[in-house]
DNA sequence: TTAATTTGACCGGG
DNA sequence: CCCGGTCAAATTAA
């Protein structure tokens, strides 16, 4: 690998090494759930800019405003938390992770299927952009109302060269993709299975289909309708890439895995912070059964908290 | 008939 | 008020 890219990757690497270690030492300290969501969301943040750079070969990372470690105190009080959850919600949207790529189409093949980065996405918006030659694309997580996921990328086309598309991606995926999801439930025993708790949301209307476990049609296809066609100049995408799609938790109280085998007395809903880099076919998370929930995008319970206690 | 895209309206921040 | 981002009704694709 050329230098040229090398160092921002190890810089990037290096950075996540340096958060693991600070959310370490504030393991035994007393520490504010929001302080550590947002340690660990810088921590995701780079190892999933390192693996970008390295499953593609590009390159570029802009916007995250660098971390302040005086930011983060492990005295950060926790009751800040009680009366101020519409704050939080504001804070979230700032601090969500943000980072582009920018990616060349491949000039000859114009056969090639529709992009696929691992995710699926479905396009809400396009606007045209001061001085921008090209408009830009606005897509959500598929999964948005099923699972909360919040994830979004908007997709441009460069002025200079029309065969480069820069993506901007903000907020990581707290869905679980649909390969993911059979292979949950395939290795859920099947008692555990039953015990899936599946909350009808009654408060919105766009959300009232609830949760579906059968997989069906279309689940599995990733379009990026923009672009008709066109491929990565760099080969590597799909298996190993969706290996890594699972990650709970990290930017946002929308989507929350309650385990029976946590105990988690003394905090009313914990959030689970997990990701599961996992590079074979056996995530823990999916080992151990849990019950998927709503919670809206404002930051709204919608469970029931009487169903909690049965998987705390 | 359902799901995805298109596109003008709408909204909030600067 | 302008601009970028999102919503949602209408339209098109599956």
């Known amino acids: 690998m050329e230098t040229s890219k090398k160092r921002p990757l190890i810089n990037e690497l290096t950075q996540g090494k340096e958060l693991t270690n600070q959310l370490k030492d504030y393991l035994d300290k007393p520490m504010s759930a929001e302080a550590c969501e947002f340690l660990v969301e810088k921590i995701l943040s780079s190892y999933e800019k390192a693996l970008s750079m390295l499953n593609r070969g590009i390159v570029f990372d802009e916007s995250q405003t660098p971390l302040s470690f005086g930011e983060i105190s492990p005295t950060t009080d926790v009751s800040d938390l009680a009366d101020s959850d519409s704050k939080n919600v504001f804070k979230k949207r700032k601090t969500m992770a943000k980072w582009s790529e920018q990616v060349k189409v491949c000039s000859g093949t114009m056969v090639e299927g529709p992009l696929s980065d691992g995710y699926s996405w479905r396009k809400y918006g396009q606007k045209d952009i001061l001085g921008a030659n090209h408009p830009r694309a606005y897509y959500r997580?598929?999964?948005?109302?099923?699972?909360?996921?919040?994830?979004?990328?908007?997709?441009?086309?460069?002025?200079?060269?029309?065969?480069?598309?820069?993506?901007?991606?903000?907020?990581?995926?707290?869905?679980?993709?649909?390969?993911?999801?059979?292979?949950?439930?395939?290795?859920?025993?099947?008692?555990?299975?039953?015990?899936?708790?599946?909350?009808?949301?009654?408060?919105?209307?766009?959300?009232?289909?609830?949760?579906?476990?059968?997989?069906?049609?279309?689940?599995?296809?990733?379009?990026?309708?923009?672009?008709?066609s066109f491929k990565f100049d760099s080969t590597p995408i799909e298996t190993e890439k969706l290996e890594n799609l699972f990650y709970l938790g990290c930017d946002s109280t929308a989507f929350i895995a309650f385990n029976h085998n946590l105990h988690n007395s003394d905090s009313d809903v914990s959030e689970m912070m997990n990701s599961t880099p996992n590079s074979g076919s056996n995530s823990p998370m999916m080992d151990m059964g849990f019950s998927l929930d709503y919670v809206d995008f404002d930051g709204d319970i919608l469970f029931d908290i009487t169903d909690l206690e049965k998987f705390v």
């Open 141 to 228: 997580c598929t999964h948005r109302h099923v699972q909360g996921c919040l994830a979004t990328k908007q997709v441009q086309r460069s002025d200079e060269d029309s065969s480069v598309f820069e993506i901007t991606y903000r907020g990581r995926h707290t869905c679980m993709q649909a390969t993911q999801l059979s292979k949950a439930l395939e290795k859920t025993p099947k008692q555990e299975q039953e015990n899936i708790h599946v909350e009808k949301p009654t408060q919105k209307t766009h959300m009232e289909r609830g949760f579906s476990f059968k997989s069906s049609k279309g689940m599995n296809t990733c379009e990026d309708g923009l672009f008709p």
